[in-house]
């Protein structure tokens, strides 16, 4: 059994940091959250994001880099690319790179929102492909200060005891009294054996071409450690976005 620590991170890997969200005004989905909404980004605009998350296992982090776009000629595809950078005391570094995708084939406005996102990493060091994910989201928006986003697909991590398994995910985000801050929790797992949760603020000031991510949250490897409560791993993540 691989330590929990290097469970947690290869999830992470898997791009559950997915495409980039447009979310208007301050919505919060897409960047470094797990769980992703069924919406594209704007068309003809593009989105660059990037964030780093620091583990509590001393010594083990995250960076990603994505840049993504969507063109007015095809205003239900968003596609880029993305880097990620992991690494940990148990399994070394891992650098990987590789495209993504997402797919709205009904907007949120409807009502509910669906969509697909297809994303993968090669390492660079090795040509391996070490993961790929194949995602429906869905966006239920009960007003316009509260939605939530469902996801649920195939998840491929190669290095892990499963390398094939269910991921799913469940967001709720939510606006405050200023437009520019929104407030997101979630919970996501890859089955069999693993779960996790993350709470965060995202601050879009005035509603601009940038905005600031701020996470906390933890995992859990229900295979290792064998009972719910036990936390494997804490970490948290700072990020930012820039949209052009």
């Known amino acids: 059994m691989k330590s929990p620590s290097v469970v947690f991170l290869a999830f992470l890997l898997l791009s559950f940091f997915p495409v980039l969200a447009p979310g208007p005004a301050a919505w919060a989905a ?15 605009t593009c989105q660059f994001d990037a964030w780093v998350s620091k583990f509590d296992d001393g010594g083990s982090g995250y960076f990603n880099a994505t840049n993504a776009c969507t063109l007015k000629d095809l205003p ?15 399994a070394g570094d891992f650098q990987l790179l590789g495209p993504q995708a997402k797919l709205n084939f009904q907007p949120e406005e409807s009502g509910v929102g669906i969509g697909l996102i297809f994303n993968s990493g ?5 040509g391996n492909l070490e993961t790929a994910s194949l995602v429906i989201p869905v966006t239920i928006p009960l007003n316009d200060h509260v939605r939530f986003n469902f996801n649920a697909g195939w ?11 269910l991921f799913y995910g469940a967001q709720v985000e939510a606006k405050l009294g ?9 919970l996501f797992g890859r089955e069999p054996g693993f779960t996790g949760a993350q709470i965060g603020v995202r601050w879009r000031p005035n509603d601009g071409a940038i905005s600031f991510d701020f996470l906390a949250g933890g995992s859990f490897d229900l295979l290792a ?5 036990a936390v494997n791993s804490k970490f948290f993540t700072v990020g930012v976005t820039f949209r052009y």
């Open 178 to 186: 200023w437009e520019d801050i929104s407030l997101m929790a979630e």
């Open 30 to 44: 897409g960047g470094a959250h797990i769980v992703d909404d069924s919406e594209v980004i704007e068309p003809g």
């Open 122 to 126: 090669v390492a660079l060091q090795t």
């Open 225 to 229: 450690a064998g009972v719910l409560d």
């Open 155 to 165: 998840s491929y991590i190669r290095i892990s005891d499963f390398p094939n398994a």
């Open 76 to 90: 239900k595809l968003q596609f880029g690319a993305q880097f990620q950078h992991l690494w940990t005391p148990d």
